[in-house]
């Protein structure tokens, strides 16, 4: 079996989309999707003391509302600064910032393009830092056709991959026999959040850097033990819930 998952690029991705990776095969980064505004896309949420707050890349403003997250510009604001002094405030003392974070300051204070490479250079790396081996593909780089689900079984065909991933927040569209009649198999991550120490109260759902700066080297047995792949809907939502 060869499972394919999906997803757009996302900014500081928090560790259920890292499982996901790991429980696949082949990830592809969907960069050509519909940019949505203050949504994942361009910003996560990271430790503030006892809250957490958004980090947030601003884009520049465009008439075109069906632009995708590759043609949306990062504005030219001093947004990387207070992006890395907010890590350093943060994480400074905790036992794995400097290990992690000279890396990922670079990252983010380089010169990109669009909102897209920006993101997917950040997932790359995180990737490559845990140690995962799905092979990270653009769809671009991939001969498919279609939308929605039939461009997500394309993309399987495209990757030769016979089996699909998705996480629960697809269960309002995804057609699993449609999947099948394919000849694609489809699953569902069951992922459970996991608590890890912080260094004070627990505060779930934060972006990745949360959990490297925390935890250092054992973020990778972290991502990929918290959860596994299901054919049973009902099973990947309650692992979802009881986090």
């Not at 490559?128 to 279609?146: K, P, R, T, W, Y």
């Not at 990778?220 to 979802?240: F, H, I, P, S, W």
Request: net charge negative; charged share 20%.
């Amino acid at each position: 079996m060869r499972i394919l998952s999906a997803h757009q690029p996302v900014y500081l991705p928090g560790l259920i989309l890292f499982h996901k990776i790991a429980l696949s095969d082949v990830f592809v980064l969907l960069p050509d999707v519909q940019f949505q505004r203050h949504s994942w896309q361009q910003r996560n949420r990271v430790r503030n003391g006892k809250d957490a707050i958004f980090l947030s890349v601003p884009v520049k403003k465009s008439g075109d509302l069906s632009r995708t997250i590759r043609q949306t510009e990062i504005a030219e604001e001093p947004w990387r600064k207070k992006h890395l002094t907010t890590l350093k405030q943060v994480y400074g003392k905790r036992p794995h910032f400097d290990g992690y974070f000279p890396a990922i300051e670079a990252l983010i204070e380089a010169e990109y393009e669009n909102l897209s490479d920006l993101n997917c250079a950040l997932i790359r790396h995180v990737c490559a830092v845990l140690e995962l081996e799905a092979q990270i593909i653009d769809s671009a780089e991939l001969n498919h056709e279609g939308e929605g689900q039939d461009r997500l079984i394309s993309l399987c065909h495209a990757a030769n991959a016979d089996a699909y991933v998705s996480n629960v927040g697809a269960a309002s569209y995804v057609d699993e026999a449609g999947f099948s009649a394919k000849g694609v198999t489809h699953y569902w991550q069951a992922f459970t959040p996991p608590e890890y120490s912080q260094g004070k109260a627990f505060i779930p759902n934060l972006s990745i850097v949360d959990a490297l700066f925390n935890l250092g080297p054992d973020t990778a047995k972290l991502v990929r033990g918290c959860g596994e792949m299901t054919r049973d809907l009902g099973v990947a939502q309650a692992a979802l819930a009881s986090g």
